[in-house]
């Protein structure tokens, strides 16, 4: 049967268009729609084989709006022949970039040899693929341009292990474009968001302190230097540490477990750690704590407030704190988070007196941040 199928699977113009195009431009569309009908999921064995002929034939054609039509159609597509997909790699940027970003059939291996001997753009593309093995980001990190090691640093698909991240430093670590992008990361190891902390833009500093967990001491450290560059919040850090009680305990050792840092932490929804502050202080394990804060009834929070030898006042503040959790559901969002930090502050302000004004004034600016931080582009920019 070979093209024969194929070809009553499309109308006689499709090929026409394809073989004889007045045009590169209408050769391309008639490309492209071939490109689509070959891909349906069903064909048979047979069928395929024909299909994978009309792509072959698509794939050596000597017009680059044809060949890219081809590439950009089926840059996703599993029925994409092997052979074609090489091809297509190693032809000019324009047509090689969809299928490297793309193409689920190329083995980490080639995409490793691809970015040995590849430029820039090819690199990059692999880089920005959705996801990327630690194979293929070791070889980036290794052979890759400035660029393509950027793109790859700010893809949280791209699986950075240690010597992945030791040898972006080494060869990177003067360049702030490199650098910068690793802020980009959801998640850093605490050993190299410290490196970064001297490399980065201002601008990104920014972004790392607020996103970022950091090394308890050096969170302290930077909370308390008089710098031009960004200083560490604290209340932040009490969100996104990794390792709780380490970082109450670095707190406690450098005196900035405080008061008012733990009623800002308890404002900001930060609940667990308040609750490795209450263990700290009151010298109980953190499973004792958190029993007493939430689920020893009326006296348990009492008591374990009263161990802690925080200041008297400031137990209905906290207690109205831990009150408002118990009854509001949170949304895991952005807007969730703020909404809730919201209500929570409204309900709890109404329940006590007695917090110093500098630390109302913090909660409600974080809560003016937040309303900032929620509203659409388009909104933020209008006003």
């Known amino acids: ?54 792509i072959e034939m698509i794939a050596e054609d000597a017009v680059v709006l044809v060949r890219r039509a081809l590439a950009v159609t089926l840059r996703t597509s599993p029925n994409l022949p092997k052979s074609v997909a090489m091809k297509l790699a190693a032809d000019i940027d324009s047509i090689a970039v969809p299928v490297l970003a793309g193409s689920p059939v190329f083995t980490d291996a080639e995409l490793v040899e691809i970015v040995k001997s590849q430029g820039e753009a090819k690199q990059s593309a692999i880089g920005a693929r959705q996801s990327v093995s630690a194979e293929v980001v070791g070889a980036i990190v290794e052979f890759g341009t400035e660029r393509a090691v950027s793109i790859t640093a700010a893809n949280d698909g791209a699986q950075f292990g240690e010597a992945a991240y030791e040898k972006a430093f080494t060869r990177f670590c003067e360049s702030k474009m490199v650098m910068d992008s690793f802020v980009s990361r959801s998640a850093l190891p605490l050993a190299f968001t410290e490196k970064l902390i001297s490399r980065v833009s201002d601008e990104a500093l920014e972004r790392l302190v607020k996103r970022h967990a950091l090394p308890p001491q050096l969170a302290v450290e930077l909370a308390e230097a008089t710098r031009e560059r960004a200083t560490v919040d604290l209340v932040d850090q009490a969100g996104i540490a990794p390792d709780m009680r380490h970082f109450v305990q670095q707190l406690q050792m450098n005196g900035r477990l405080t008061p008012s840092l733990i009623l800002r932490a308890a404002f900001r929804g930060h609940i667990s750690f308040v609750e490795h502050a209450f263990a700290e202080l009151g010298s109980v394990p953190h499973a004792k704590a958190w029993l007493l804060i939430h ?48 209500i929570l502050a409204e309900r709890a302000f109404t329940r006590f007196q007695g917090v110093p004004d500098e630390d109302v004034e913090y909660i409600l600016s974080r809560l003016d941040e937040d309303e900032i931080g929620v509203q659409p582009a388009a909104a933020r920019l209008a006003g």
């Open 295 to 342: 689920d020893a009834g009326p006296l348990g929070m009492k008591a374990i407030f009263d161990r802690t030898g925080l200041p008297a006042r400031l137990f209905p503040a906290i207690r109205a704190a831990i009150d408002t959790l118990h009854t509001i559901e949170m949304e895991d969002s952005p807007e969730g988070r703020a909404r809730f930090r919201k």
């Open 1 to 54: 049967m070979s093209l024969v199928t194929m070809r009553a699977k499309l109308t006689q113009d499709d090929i026409r268009r394809l073989v004889k195009g007045e045009s590169p431009e209408e050769r391309a569309m008639a490309a492209r729609k071939i490109c689509q009908r070959v891909d349906a999921p069903d064909l048979t064995e047979e069928e395929r084989v024909a299909a994978n002929s009309i």
